[in-house]
């Protein structure tokens, strides 16, 4: 159960249906994981384009009525957690806007690194911002932008911004996909029963609304989507050696999908493997923090013969509550969301196993939970390396002194979180699980050793 790192957001576009819209609000509800402060859609009819974008999740803002007005054979979608910006209406996605050539709606899943400079930039050539979201910095690049056709314009505005971003553009008759040059985030396309076409953050979309996957979109690459024909592609960044984000797979992604071309479900059972190996240690049962730590706990117990049991459940539905400051009200919000399975626990060694460690508040409140429900040792296993660092690529994260393990060594986040002992996957470990290395690494780790790509 993770409340202190926060993805991100969710971009998906269709292309070529008639029920466009329809089929970009399905694939939100697939993706909703990926973001709960705000949804939209945009569909255009080949005339003008339609928009409606409210807070809230994807079936609050929408209604049968509402998507009705959301005429046309292209839509794109976003599920926002902001990262950059705030959380007022005017920062949920699409960012629509009227300008020279016509009308446009953009996506974005990412962080521009030097959002502020270009802002600047654009503020002292006379550009009035409606927003604070970085995502605001194209429509003006584009706007702006000397060059004659639309498809000019994009490629000279995204080689003008840095960092992570898996984008959607949808023109009136177009649409157009780009992921950045180091593929940060993921971005995958797929084909509509119907042969229109689909891209999505994740591919589990993809499942729900019946699409085939083709492939991913390839960092730095461009894809062109026009009537009547075959997605076009321009490799528009120069191509250097991927940087996906490895969070991917330790928690943000669904483990349905496949990320990065590899199963996530898969990734995370191998973590948990790999954690079995280097970090053994004598129990009665391996238990999950639901649901993140679910993967990884089966594979724990699969390598080391120890029975996999469900200690733990989740209440789904419990939404977010308001906070109290006493130790009493933090400790009673918990237990509204994790019950311990008492019956189970009474009594024995436990295994539990999570997805990460950020603050450490949750993780001792779930071992005191244990303890009180009668458990005699609660071991704390976690299948990432420490998070040490924030991220500026798209994932909201605490600052580096609220993290943990940035100021604390293994044995005092131990005794912190009141763990009889703690163990983490190392970082060679992680990689042998994502089917990668130290000399060969497509990943970025920076969250665990502060080595930042841009």
């Known amino acids: 159960m993770r409340e202190d790192i926060n993805e991100k957001c969710a971009v ?12 970009a609000y399905f ?39 509402k998507l009705s007005t959301l005429s046309g054979s292209s839509a794109v979608g976003h599920t926002r957690y902001s990262t950059a910006g705030d959380d007022s209406i005017l920062d949920a996605q699409p960012v629509f806007a009227r300008y020279d050539l016509g009308e446009m709606a953009i996506v974005h899943n990412g962080n521009l690194t030097n959002a502020d400079e270009v802002r600047n930039k654009l503020i002292e050539k006379g550009a009035i911002f409606q927003t604070f979201m970085d995502t605001e910095n194209l429509i003006h690049l584009i706007a702006k ?89 321009m490799q528009v960044l120069e191509s250097v050696t991927p940087k996906h984000c490895i969070f991917e797979y330790v928690y943000f992604a669904r483990p349905d999908s496949n990320v990065f ?39 724990y117990a699969q390598e080391s013969g120890i029975p996999y049991e469900m200690g733990i459940m989740r209440n789904h539905y419990i939404g977010r509550t308001f906070i109290e400051p006493t130790q009493e009200m933090r400790d009673l919000k918990v237990k509204m969301k994790l019950s311990p399975m008492t019956d189970i626990i009474k009594g024995k060694k436990v295994i539990v196993v999570d997805d990460s460690i950020v603050r450490g508040t949750t993780s001792r409140r779930i071992i005191r939970m244990l303890k009180e429900a009668g458990a005699s040792e609660v071991h704390m296993r976690v299948s990432s390396p420490p998070t040490t660092d924030p991220c500026f690529y798209g994932v909201d994260t605490p600052d580096k002194e609220s993290l943990i393990a940035s100021k604390m060594s293994n044995q005092e986040i131990c005794d912190y979180i009141e763990a009889d002992s703690l163990a983490y996957l190392d970082e060679a470990a992680l990689l042998r699980s994502v089917k990668s290395t130290a000399d060969e690494d497509k990943y970025c780790t920076a969250c665990f050793t502060g080595k930042y790509i841009v």
């Open 12 to 23: 998906v576009g269709i292309f070529g249906h008639e029920e466009a819209s329809k089929l």
């Open 27 to 65: 694939s939100l509800h697939a993706l909703q994981h990926r973001g709960q402060e705000a949804a939209g859609i945009s569909s255009s009819d080949g005339k003008k384009l339609h928009t409606i974008k409210d807070r809230g999740l994807v079936m609050r803002v929408f209604n049968e009525k």
């Open 145 to 233: 932008s000397s060059k004659d056709k639309l498809l000019e314009r994009i490629i000279d505005a995204v080689q003008r911004i840095e960092g992570a971003f898996s984008l959607v553009f949808l023109s009136r008759s177009k649409m157009f996909a780009m992921r950045d040059r180091f593929g940060f985030r993921p971005l995958s396309l797929g084909k509509l029963p119907n042969g229109g076409y689909i891209v999505a953050s994740e591919t589990c979309a993809f499942d729900l609304v019946g699409a085939t996957f083709i492939r991913d979109v390839k960092p730095g690459e461009l894809l062109i989507f026009e009537e009547g024909k075959e997605p076009i592609s």
């Open 261 to 299: 071309g590899q199963s996530v479900y898969q990734t995370r059972k191998d973590m948990g493997k790999e954690l079995a190996k280097i970090n053994p240690i004598e129990a009665d049962m391996v238990i999950p923090v639901p649901d993140g730590g679910v993967p990884a706990a089966i594979g």
